[in-house]
């Protein structure tokens, strides 16, 4: 392999996912496609880095002083879902069945990693809160042991009042699998999230 083509490569396999061998298809691929189609990639790129940011209400990605979702006026200011990352907005927002606002986190509690609550914005979640008369705060972390932990501790430092409730997203089985493939704790979820049928 040519020097650049390593490089290419060994750059490519810093992004999540990445494996050595998928990242020498994609510079394979790269290198097939016309120089102004690569610009185009790269522009997009770097325009991205320069142009996002934190929106300073929900820490989604924004190139706006807020992001759309926190400007919509048809969303309730009651429900505040509370994710890991933009990404996580992205997915529930493909459901059509959110329609409150998100709060991103910026990650989740990992002392391995040294990730502590005050590398996250939870002290931001609670000060956004408290500031609201009714609000239900919905737990959306990832399904880890980083993400029950974190959420375990929102629940543990959101002061309980009156007009509060703070819930956490149920867990299942996914459509179309079989219960006989499902691991114990995707069960026991699923039990637990269970509702009365109508």
Do not use: W
Request: proline share 7%; with cysteine.
């Amino acid at each position: 392999m040519t020097r650049l083509l390593e490089r290419l490569s060994d750059l490519l396999t810093q992004l999540p996912g990445i494996g050595r061998k998928t990242a020498q298809r994609i510079s394979f691929y790269l290198l097939k496609l016309r120089p102004e189609e690569v610009q185009a990639l790269a522009d997009a790129m770097v325009e991205a880095k320069l142009k996002l940011r934190p929106c300073p209400a929900c820490f989604n990605l924004t190139e706006n002083e807020r992001c759309e979702i926190c400007l919509d006026a048809l969303r309730d200011p009651g429900l505040i879902c509370v994710v890991e990352t933009p990404a996580d907005i992205i997915a529930l927002e493909r459901s059509h069945s959110f329609h409150g606002l998100y709060h991103v986190l910026g990650g989740a509690l990992s002392p391995l990693d040294d990730v502590g609550p005050e590398d996250l914005h939870i002290s931001e979640l609670v000060k956004r809160v408290e500031t609201l008369p009714q609000v239900e705060v919905i737990v959306a972390t990832n399904p880890t042991t980083e993400g029950e932990a974190t959420a375990a501790y929102i629940a543990r430092v959101i002061p309980k009042r009156q007009g509060l409730k703070v819930t956490r997203i149920a867990r299942g089985l996914p459509i179309g699998s079989d219960l006989d493939l499902a691991d114990e704790v995707t069960l026991t979820r699923a039990l637990e999230g269970r509702r009365e049928l109508p």
